[in-house]
């Protein structure tokens, strides 16, 4: 062979040459034999485990003029379509390629040629690369000509996405699964490969380049052609571990493993120290940011299933670290870890900076696991309901020891709450509102620059408690703001006090609108309490205008109150058209309301109170317990 890019030289050119496809190689050659195959295939698997090499071979072995499945050669000199078909220059093996031929006149083009006969071979294969990428109108066209072709033809599909293929393909074709090769199969592998090419590697950089191929053929291949060409350029000298890991900007597990000894032990500095010298060693981010969670998962299944057995992805010395370092981590403390990794991995596609990404992270990690190795005091006001305390005594208006991590915060109570005690205390705290458009977040406030207002839809803006249960204790994971909190139910009593000309809404009751509303306001408020057959308007859009334009200095405080719901949340503008009508579920009278500026209508006046009210009769067919307003 002539081709001196690796991957390609050393195409298996027969079923026997496929890594870790022995069990499918063989399946497919029986019904060879048995003249029984099928009238498509279906190549599945990772990319670079020879879906397309396993394509040509069956159209190889479907055409070849010996007993291709025996192994028997073509002789030299004797023409067969062979050649032809593994360098895809055959006439009657059509490629194609439906990352860019996605579309349905594109499938027309294929059946209409599917009706003629092969020109030379015995078949006439239509091989199908990257086969999800077609349209759905493309899998309908191509659906009858699958099922039942012309017994010249046959289909060969190959995907790396089996789960957007359409079931009505599916059922058409006979699977095959391509699974990812093991580390130890590469290895054998790229050791032959390496001998041949008269390569200088040692072992260790062999089982290195197999592991980060991730079970990928082709790849590992091309990351040994690499080690290979750095090699001649070094004038021959044998590329060792390290010298791959520079090559593909890889951290040296062990050092990992080192930083995490470091960062176990709140040592900031040493673990600083760490990063940089693997950042100077070209240490990329990302693949930094996995192998944590790869040494994570070590220390996990360490702490879970006991003593690690080396295999080909850990070395014992590593091995020998991780039993040492597991003894200074729990799982709490790898949940934490794990989830702060995922988030830093999302962080790097918005920060420039990858470096003071990094050094942020690692930062972070100390300030995690020092939750239970540094104490920080600060002033927590305390109140008692009664004279009688924990233990006893008296510590009214006492400090209490707490400690915030991130989104937690824990209190240290001087002694642990016996059964039937009970207490209360009072936390101080602030929410910095944000431009929930601008910068992202289910909760917040919108601009509206035309007549300078804003629309606040506040919600998870205040502590409360975490969630216990019997099976993991405690809920301790930190909210990011892309989901929510485990909730306990609770009892609510909020005071809101805004200016004058706004309209509030919440979760609960209002308590006083008398207080808050005008004399129309509250008889049309009072009105909506009955109004089972339509909406009734509190504040018309006409009103909700006049509105946008005082600016009141003056402020008003409406009261809620919620009993026995999982959150609290609010929303308050002066630009609120308010809408409410009531419902009768579950022998209960309910009130579905809207809120909107004029900016959502004519479409929010016409369908958003008839969407809560729907919402409200949909969810009751689940017998779940009601909330007693929703806000939109």
């Known amino acids: ?13 027969e079923f026997k040459d496929l890594i870790g496809q022995e069990v499918m190689a063989q399946t497919i050659t029986n019904a060879i034999k048995l003249n029984k195959t099928p009238n498509a295939y279906l190549l599945t698997g990772i990319r670079g485990v020879g879906k397309t090499t396993t394509a040509r071979l069956i159209a190889k072995a479907l055409n070849c003029t010996k007993d291709f499945t025996k192994g028997e050669k073509c002789k030299t000199g004797e023409y067969c379509h062979c050649a032809e078909i593994i360098s895809s220059n055959h006439m009657d093996i059509l490629e194609m390629d439906a990352a860019s031929k996605t579309g349905i006149d594109d499938v027309r083009e294929l059946i209409e040629n599917s009706k003629y006969s092969p020109t030379s071979a015995k078949f006439k294969i239509f091989i199908i690369d990257e086969v999800h990428m077609l349209s759905k109108q493309a899998f309908n066209g191509l659906l009858k000509t699958l099922e039942e072709p012309p017994p010249s033809l046959k289909f060969i599909l190959a995907t790396t996405e089996v789960r957007k293929i359409p079931v009505t393909i599916l059922s058409r074709c006979q ?8 580390v130890e199969q590469l290895c054998k592998h790229l ?9 200088k590697i040692s072992e260790d950089a062999i089982k290195l380049i197999a592991r980060t191929s991730e079970g990928s053929v082709r790849d590992s291949i091309s990351l040994l052609d690499r080690a290979l060409i750095s090699q001649s350029i070094n004038e021959g000298k044998q590329i060792e571990e390290p010298d791959v890991r520079q090559m593909l900007g890889l951290a040296d597990k062990s050092k990992i493993i080192s930083l995490f000894k470091e960062v176990l032990t709140g040592n900031e500095k040493d673990a600083l120290k760490f990063l940089h010298e693997l950042i100077n060693d070209g240490l990329d981010a990302k693949n930094f940011l996995n192998d944590i969670l790869e040494v994570l998962y070590l220390f996990s299944r360490r702490i879970s299933l006991g003593p690690i057995e080396k295999d080909m992805s850990i070395s014992e010395a590593e091995v020998q670290m991780v039993d040492q370092y597991s003894k200074n981590i ?26 003071l990404t990094l050094e942020m992270y690692i930062m972070q990690l100390v300030h995690l696991k020092n939750i239970d190795s540094r104490k920080e ?12 305390n924990l233990i ?3 510590i009214d208006n006492k400090p209490l020891d707490y400690f915030i991590n991130q989104t937690m915060m824990r209190i240290d109570l001087p002694e642990p ?8 205390f009072k936390v101080k705290w602030n929410y910095n509102i944000n431009n929930r458009l601008e910068d992202r977040g289910r909760s917040g406030y919108e601009t509206f620059p035309s007549d300078d207002n804003r629309a606040y839809t506040i919600a998870q803006f205040f502590p409360r408690m975490c969630v216990y249960n019997d099976v993991e204790g405690w809920q301790n994971y930190q909210f990011w703001g892309n989901g929510e909190f485990a909730l306990e139910f609770g009892d609510y009593e909020v005071d809101i006090t805004v200016p004058s000309d706004h309209i509030v809404e919440a979760t609960g009751t209002l308590q006083n609108p008398k207080e808050v509303l005008t004399r129309e306001e509250y008889k049309r408020f009072k009105d909506a309490q009955t109004s089972y057959d339509k909406p009734v308007f509190i504040v018309t859009q006409e009103e909700a205008e006049i509105k946008e334009t005082q600016f009141s200095e003056k402020t008003s405080t409406w009261k809620f109150i919620a009993k ?28 579905a309301v809207s809120l909107y500026p004029k900016e959502g209508n004519p479409l929010w006046q016409e369908y958003s109170t008839k969407a809560v009210l729907q919402t409200l009769e949909t969810v009751s067919y689940t017998h779940l317990t009601l909330p007693t307003k929703r806000i939109v």
């Open 564 to 591: 026995n719901v999982r959150d609290f949340g609010f929303a308050s503008s002066r630009k609120f058209i308010w809408e409410r009508q009531a419902i009768k579920l579950g022998g209960k009278n309910i009130i």
């Open 417 to 424: 709450l016996k059964t039937g005690q009970s207490f209360s």
């Open 1 to 13: 062979m002539t081709n001196k890019i690796l991957a390609l030289k050393y195409r298996p050119q």
């Open 330 to 355: 729990d799982m709490q403390d790898i949940g934490l870890f794990w989830q702060l990794t995922i988030k830093t991995i999302d962080d790097l596609r918005i920060v420039g900076n990858e470096n």
């Open 392 to 394: 006893g005594k008296k």
């Open 175 to 182: 699977r095959f699964d391509l699974k990812r090769v093991s």
């Open 191 to 199: 050791k032959i490969i390496a001998d041949k090419e008269k390569g």
């Open 377 to 388: 005091t600060q002033t927590l006001e305390t109140n008692h309901q009664s004279e009688e």
